[in-house]
């Protein structure tokens, strides 16, 4: 979902509590694994992202998490492999 110039990947609910999800995915870990990806400038801009979508949105919630998702497509087919990670940020 864009919000202005800004990207968010996913936006889910638990409950009353908000999730924004960052997912960054490679077709191998060879060289660098999608979760070295998630550096401070990213964070800022998911942080950045999600504050002016609950501005415009106004959603109703008892709290919000930053999770992450790394994807990498390796399996014996090209299926993905998925590490998940709860307030990650």
């Given at each position: 979902m864009r919000v202005g110039r800004l990207e968010l990947d996913i936006i889910a609910r638990k409950n009353r509590l908000l999730i924004f999800c960052e997912v960054r995915?490679?077709?191998?870990?060879r060289w660098v694994h999608p979760a070295e990806t998630f550096d401070a400038g990213k964070r800022k801009r998911v942080r950045r992202a999600a504050a002016l979508?609950?501005?415009?949105?106004?959603?109703?919630?008892?709290?919000v998490r930053f999770d992450a998702a790394a994807v990498v497509f390796d399996g014996p087919d090209g299926s993905p492999r998925i590490e998940y990670y709860e307030g990650a940020f």
């Open positions: 995915s490679r077709r191998s870990a979508w609950l501005e415009r949105e106004r959603p109703s919630r008892d709290g």
